[in-house]
T-cell receptor, first 116, second 112 residues
Framework: DTAVSQTPKYLVTQMGNDKSIKCEQN?????MYWYKQDSKKFLKIMFS???????INETVPNRFSPKSPDKAHLNLHINSLELGDSAVYFC???????????????FGEGSWLTVV | KQEVTQIPAALSVPEGENLVLNCSFT??????LQWFRQDPGKGLTSLLL?????REQTSGRLNASLDKSSGRSTLYIAASQPGDSATYLC???????????FGEGTQLTVNP
């Protein structure tokens, strides 16, 4: 059973298109995240949701819009894709209070987005 | 703003060697520090998590230490094996929101 699953794993699309990446966790966690890993392998947080509410929104273009229909799902929608959006996007989840006291964050296997 | 640095960026060692990966962070106000492993084309696997009140954690051939006051952590891998080849990422859990701030990773290659 996959704890954090995201789809699609690979996505190749043209500039200007709109695309979505879906994420689901079956761990019962209350906090979900989107991280971006760029070509230099540097991982940086984009968004964090706690119980469907946005709690972290880093300096991310407003073409990126996360949506959390329930606390087990956090989808990432990207409008007007640009070449620089090519990266690996990782979804993750944790139990927020437990995170502060030592529980880890669980990551999905990533979604490789290539914009051509 | 928290910054995490990992040294070296890449490391190649012969099988059987003991090795140390280094991580430093600029702000000591952390909940915890974690070491992750990332294999090519895969997600992140948590290896060790050290609470801010702890000084080290061990799991098998891995030992991670934390010196919060100096902003440093090390990951010690004993008797390295080719299967240890991967990118190792250090991340600190910061107190402002439940988030991890990552270093850029050390790419380890263990040669048979």
């Amino acid at each position: 059973d996959t704890a954090v699953s995201q789809t699609p794993k690979y996505l190749v699309t043209q500039m200007g298109n709109d695309k979505s990446i879906k994420c689901e966790q079956n761990l019962g966690h209350d906090t979900m995240y989107w991280y971006k890993q760029d070509s230099k392998k540097f991982l940086k947080i984009m968004f964090s949701y706690n119980n469907k509410e946005l709690i972290i929104n880093e300096t991310v273009p407003n073409r990126f819009s996360p949506k959390s229909p329930d606390k087990a799902h956090l989808n990432l929608h990207i409008n007007s894709l640009e070449l620089g959006d090519s990266a690996v996007y990782f979804c993750a989840s944790s139990q927020e209070v437990a995170f502060r006291f030592g529980n880890t964050i669980y990551f999905g296997e990533g979604s490789w987005l290539t914009v051509v | 703003k928290q910054e995490v640095t990992q040294i070296p960026a890449a490391l190649s060692v012969p099988e059987g060697e003991n090795l140390v990966l280094n991580c430093s962070f600029t702000d000591s106000a952390i909940y915890n520090l974690q070491w992750f492993r990332q294999d090519p084309g895969k997600g992140l696997t948590s290896l060790l998590l050290i609470q801010s009140s702890q000084r080290e954690q061990t799991s098998g051939r891995l030992n991670a230490s934390l010196d919060k006051s100096s902003g440093r952590s090390t990951l010690y891998i004993a008797a390295s094996q080719p299967g240890d080849s991967a990118t190792y990422l250090c991340a600190v859990g910061v107190t402002s929101g439940s988030r991890l701030t990552f270093g850029e990773g050390t790419q380890l290659t263990v040669n048979p």
